[in-house]
């Protein structure tokens, strides 16, 4: 039998975007616009939206990675959703049939004068078996951040 560990942590990311709050909230609701910028890594990494149902209770599955590996996989419960205000979910993550972290992730937009907005990104995750560590959520969650800059710039 393997070992069983989990590890605690709490991840959080602050960005400010030239947009308003309406624009950067609709990037998130958006499936086509998800699949562009919603992943981390470099160029080789893609997307694939399987289910995206943006209600308070819906569920979104994706899948991403870096093109010719396994992909990893994503599975999301929307928990709470404030328009243009808040996004809240459960999100579990893992590759090959395998959970690696599970954790609840809050989105919070605060616009800014309305021509931008801050935007705070807090992951309560947890890491199963050691199939993830702290730094690099962090390191995936800011290349993913820093898509969304390029994704509103895009609707622009």
């Not at 050691?130 to 895009?154: F, Y």
Request: hydrophobic share 35%; net charge neutral.
């Amino acid at each position: 039998m393997s070992e069983v560990a989990t590890s605690h942590h709490t991840i959080e990311l602050k960005r400010t975007y030239p947009a308003a709050a309406k624009a950067v909230f609709a990037a998130w609701r958006d499936p086509a616009g998800l699949a562009r910028w919603y992943m981390p890594g470099d160029a080789s990494w893609s997307s694939r939206i399987e289910v995206h149902e943006f209600r308070v209770g819906g569920r979104k599955l994706l899948h991403f990675g870096p093109k010719g590996a396994p992909p990893y996989f994503e599975d999301c419960r929307y928990e709470d959703i404030v328009d243009d205000r808040r996004v809240c979910y459960s999100m579990t993550v893992g590759q090959q049939g395998r959970r690696i972290t599970t954790s609840m992730v809050s989105v919070v937009l605060a616009p800014r004068g309305g021509s931008s907005t801050d935007v705070t990104v807090t992951d309560q995750l947890v890491i199963l078996d050691g199939g993830d560590s702290a730094p690099e959520r962090e390191r995936g969650w800011g290349e993913t951040l820093d898509k969304l800059t390029l994704e509103l710039a895009r609707r622009t």
